[in-house]
């Protein structure tokens, strides 16, 4: 049974920082494309950023030198760490996952930033 379970949101200042988990079971995260995802109130569901399978990443504009994604294969943990977060960083974050046997979703980690 695949599942992905986020941790690591929560409310934080202008300017601070959050480290978001994605820890998977049921399969074998290396060979999985990862990505997070967010949906602000009100707005379409975005791709913020994701990791292949060869340790390609991507970032959305707006997170650029600000967001880093990583893994950890042996761990079997996502990471998204963002700094110098904005309020309009504030969006509900899913941790998303395609591979061999289908596409997941985690059940998402409210982060908000306000001051």
């Known amino acids: 049974q695949v599942q992905l379970v986020e941790s690591g949101g929560g409310l934080v200042q202008p300017g601070g920082s959050l480290r978001l988990s994605c820890v998977a079971s049921g399969f074998r995260m290396a060979y999985w494309n990862i990505g997070w995802f967010r949906q602000a109130p009100g707005k379409d569901r975005e791709a913020v950023s994701c990791?292949?399978?060869?340790?390609?990443?991507y970032y959305i504009d707006s997170v650029k030198g600000r967001f880093t994604i990583t893994r950890d294969n042996a761990e079997n943990t996502a990471y998204l760490q963002m700094n110098s977060l904005k309020p309009e960083d504030t969006a509900v974050y899913y941790c998303?996952?395609?591979?061999?046997?289908?596409?997941?979703w985690g059940q998402g980690a409210q982060v908000t930033v306000s001051s």
């Open positions: 998303y996952a395609a591979g061999p046997s289908g596409a997941y």
């Open positions: 990791v292949g399978t060869s340790d390609g990443v």
